[in-house]
């Protein structure tokens, strides 16, 4: 790179760093004000709750404001260069102004890689230390309250439960049942099924099985049975911002495990594991927007080019959000409700480029 890549690409990068850690600094001051009541505990102390909880906010905050915060750093650094007739002279030398955007995109493609690498493996491991926090310390402790509960656990296999009792992992008036088309195989009943932590198994009690076979019918009793299925405690935990938790590979490994149980309204995953691949790609395509729309110089200084800015990362924030809605609520394909606003924003900075003048 030459002395012009590195000039524009140090503003740029440390520019970033320095609005990351003020917008942090500031929802970090409003979460504290929020939650200090919760924090009013003797054994909590100032360290503890910095250690325990905030260290693990701060790349959620990164991760998730970085589209907008590298739309403002695009605008904020290229307008202070055109104010002071950079842009102008940098153009009259003979440079294109395509060639001023290459350390603009050299820094955004690192931003880039570090979100993918954030949102997509380090932040879920520190949101489940953030929540465990907050499940100690903030939130009530969660109660499943859900009844008759019906799962699919295989193709052929179908579990019910009346109600599930969380503090003890014990379900009440437990049914599996093993359907092929619209025949019933084999049915087990059992009054309670209770979560083995030792053995990692339910034990059914006092069960009773009926299986059918060839036209006949044979009951068989017992006081205790051990048994394996598709389902552990985990699926009656609280579920609240789930899916911030999950990494790549683990939302995949979900989005198949519950496909294979037919269970429906897997959306939500489906559009998160989509999300994590059209961040990166959304910092690139925001900086080159932002860079376009701020490169002249205009009277009155750098604001209204920084509100501009403001206005089109909102705009580009209300998309993600009308999208997905579509997409939950409407049957809209998840994979194009995600990327629809990287689509749109590309659209707008090729236009914007070939409108520019150079």
């Given at each position: 790179?030459?002395?012009?890549?590195?000039?524009?690409?140090?503003?740029?990068?440390?520019?970033?760093?320095?609005?990351?850690?003020?917008?942090?600094?500031i929802l970090i001051v409003i979460d504290l004000a929020e939650k200090i009541e919760n924090f009013r505990k003797p054994d909590l102390t100032a360290w503890r709750i910095f250690s325990e909880y905030y260290i693990y906010l701060i790349p959620h905050f990164t991760s998730q404001l970085s589209p907008l915060?590298?739309?403002?750093?695009?605008?904020?650094?290229?307008?202070?260069?055109?104010?002071?007739?950079?842009?102008?002279?940098?153009?009259?030398?003979?440079?294109?102004?395509?060639?001023?955007?290459?350390?603009?995109?050299?820094?955004?493609?690192?931003?880039?890689?570090?979100?993918?690498?954030?949102?997509?493996?380090?932040?879920?491991?520190?949101?489940?230390?953030?929540?465990?926090?907050?499940?100690?310390?903030?939130?009530?402790?969660?109660?499943?309250?859900?009844?008759?509960?019906?799962?699919?656990?295989?193709?052929?296999?179908?579990?019910?439960?009346?109600?599930?009792?969380?503090?003890?992992?014990?379900?009440?008036?437990?049914?599996?049942?093993?359907?092929?088309?619209?025949?019933?195989?084999?049915?087990?009943?059992?009054?309670?099924?209770?979560?083995?932590?030792?053995?990692?198994?339910?034990?059914?009690?006092?069960?009773?099985?009926?299986?059918?076979?060839?036209?006949?019918?044979?009951?068989?009793?017992?006081?205790?049975?051990?048994?394996?299925?598709?389902?552990?405690?985990?699926?009656?935990?609280?579920?609240?911002?789930?899916?911030?938790?999950?990494?790549?590979?683990?939302?995949?490994?979900?989005?198949?495990?519950?496909?294979?149980?037919?269970?429906?309204?897997?959306?939500?995953?489906?559009?998160?594991?989509?999300?994590?691949?059209?961040?990166?790609?959304?910092?690139?395509?925001?900086?080159?927007?932002?860079?376009?729309?701020?490169?002249?110089?205009?009277?009155?200084?750098?604001?209204?080019?920084?509100?501009?800015g403001f206005a089109l990362a909102i705009l580009y924030v209300f998309l993600i959000i009308v999208f997905k809605n579509f997409a939950q609520k409407e049957g809209f394909p998840p994979i194009l409700a995600v990327w629809l606003p990287n689509i749109i924003f590309g659209m707008i900075g090729f236009y914007?480029?070939?409108?520019?003048?150079?």
């Open positions: 790179m030459k002395i012009l890549d590195w000039y524009i690409l140090k503003k740029f990068l440390s520019t970033y760093i320095f609005i990351i850690l003020v917008f942090s600094g915060i590298i739309f403002i750093t695009a605008v904020f650094v290229t307008s202070r260069l055109a104010s002071h007739t950079e842009i102008v002279a940098i153009l009259s030398s003979g440079t294109s102004f395509f060639r001023i955007l290459r350390p603009y995109f050299i820094g955004s493609s690192v931003i880039g890689l570090m979100i993918f690498y954030l949102y997509g493996y380090l932040v879920p491991h520190t949101n489940k230390k953030r929540h465990d926090f907050e499940n100690k310390y903030v939130r009530d402790k969660f109660i499943f309250k859900d009844i008759n509960i019906h799962r699919q656990l295989a193709p052929n296999i179908f579990a019910y439960i009346h109600s599930y009792d969380n503090p003890t992992q014990t379900g009440y008036r437990f049914t599996l049942e093993e359907i092929k088309g619209k025949d019933l195989v084999a049915k087990i009943e059992a009054p309670r099924i209770i979560w083995n932590q030792k053995k990692q198994k339910w034990s059914m009690e006092s069960y009773r099985l009926r299986t059918i076979k060839n036209g006949e019918e044979k009951m068989t009793f017992g006081t205790a049975l051990d048994t394996t299925l598709a389902m552990t405690p985990k699926d009656f935990e609280s579920k609240h911002l789930q899916n911030e938790q999950l990494t790549i590979t683990e939302l995949s490994e979900m989005i198949v495990e519950m496909k294979a149980r037919g269970e429906a309204n897997i959306e939500n995953l489906i559009i998160e594991k989509y999300l994590r691949y059209a961040y990166p790609f959304s910092i690139i395509i925001l900086t080159v927007i932002g860079v376009i729309i701020s490169a002249r110089k205009v009277r009155g200084g750098t604001g209204k080019q920084i509100a501009i914007l480029y070939f409108k520019l003048p150079k």
